[in-house]
């Protein structure tokens, strides 16, 4: 994975920011079927997903559990192609990962900036979705091992309300394979949700999150929450 991320990673930091975002898109798509395949060929760890005729037609704010690294790869894979990422702004200062980061031009953040980020997330977010792309916000902030549960943000429901696009939430149990902080991982088949979308429209950023939080911590909820042949 490190040798992977960093071929692309230097491809897209230096002439990949040559192509049309579109190319660029495609770029970061491959890396992360390539990973996906490493994965699978390496450590023996695969995934299927349920709920794939939910994904709309038209963009939407995509609001995913977090669990693990597992998820950033997967869902370039899984949802359509033109993404824009919300995530902490720690992460553009990786040296070579950062960088590729920038060309695929996500929304940075400060999260403990608060009502700034939160704006940044509506700004930003709507251009993006003007643009046609797919908005993917962690609501969580942060990866939460399994078993746990961490307050939802509402910078994704605030876009959702000023913007009236729909929200079309993710859940999985990833982190059971590959945990928050761990490098090591393990075989098997990570179960990945995608839920009917929610409409907006006439509902507050509150109702908007509260139901996105209720859908994605019920449906982990009914997850394997342990690995087969007991392995934990």
């Not at 949802?79 to 990422?85: H, I, R």
């Amino acid at each position: 994975m490190v040798v992977n991320t960093a071929l692309f990673g230097l491809y897209l930091a230096t002439a990949g920011w040559l192509l049309p975002f579109s190319g660029r898109s495609k770029v970061a798509n491959l890396w992360a079927r390539s990973n996906l395949a490493l994965l699978k060929i390496i450590c023996g760890l695969t995934y299927e997903v349920v709920g794939q005729e939910n994904i709309p037609i038209v963009n939407t704010i995509v609001l995913s559990k977090h669990q693990s690294a597992w998820e950033t790869i997967a869902l370039r894979c899984i949802l359509p192609p033109e993404q824009t990422w919300v995530l902490k702004r720690e992460l553009m200062r990786i040296p070579i990962f950062g960088w590729a980061l920038a060309a695929a031009e996500p929304i940075a953040i400060d999260r403990k900036s608060g009502r700034r980020a939160a704006s940044q997330i509506i700004e930003l977010g709507y251009k993006r979705l003007k643009q046609g792309r797919t908005v993917v916000i962690f609501p969580e902030g942060t990866r939460v091992a399994p078993g746990n549960r961490k307050k939802y943000g509402i910078g994704g429901a605030l876009l959702a309300e000023k913007t009236g696009y729909s929200v079309l939430p993710v859940a999985h149990n990833a982190g059971i394979f590959w945990r928050r902080r761990g490098i090591k991982k393990y075989p098997g088949t990570i179960n990945v949700v995608i839920g009917p979308v929610i409409e907006s429209n006439g509902l507050s950023a509150v109702e908007i999150n509260k139901r996105a939080e209720n859908w994605i911590e019920n449906t982990l909820a009914a997850l394997p929450q342990e690995r087969v042949n007991g392995q934990l």
